[in-house]
């Protein structure tokens, strides 16, 4: 089974980055998708940005234009650049990856937490 790891989370001032990175301990060319969705308290876990192995991106219209998605697979990595980050996109964010194969297989990072606040 996957194992992802995230990793960049932090505390930052509104408007500030961050960069959050996803290591999957395995070649990601068999996953079909990799995400990054995030769970804020008391609220239900949403899509942030996904993209598919043949580079097609979705992103949650709440962060476009504000956040990047990008994946290197050479690396086995998926990527989350963030900019001009707001108090509203305080979370727990999550890694994923999805195996399509027929059936659809999601697999979770353990989460990093990315605080907004001044």
């Known amino acids: 089974q996957v194992q992802l790891v995230e990793s960049g989370g932090g505390l930052v001032q509104p408007g500030g980055s961050l960069r959050l990175s996803c290591a999957a301990s395995?070649?990601?060319?068999?996953?079909?998708?990799m995400g990054w969705y995030r769970q804020a308290p008391g609220k239900q876990r949403e899509l942030v940005a996904d993209?598919?192995?043949?580079?097609?991106?979705n992103y949650a219209d709440s962060v476009k234009g504000r956040f990047s998605i990008s994946r290197d697979n050479a690396k086995n990595s998926v990527y989350l650049q963030m900019n001009s980050l707001r108090p509203e996109d305080t979370a727990v964010y999550y890694c994923?990856?999805?195996?399509?194969?027929?059936?659809?297989?999601?697999?979770w990072g353990q989460g990093t937490q990315v605080t907004v606040s001044s």
């Open positions: 395995e070649s990601i060319f068999r996953f079909n998708v």
């Open positions: 993209i598919t192995n043949f580079g097609r991106i």
């Open positions: 994923m990856v999805r195996l399509i194969s027929p059936t659809t297989y999601d697999y």
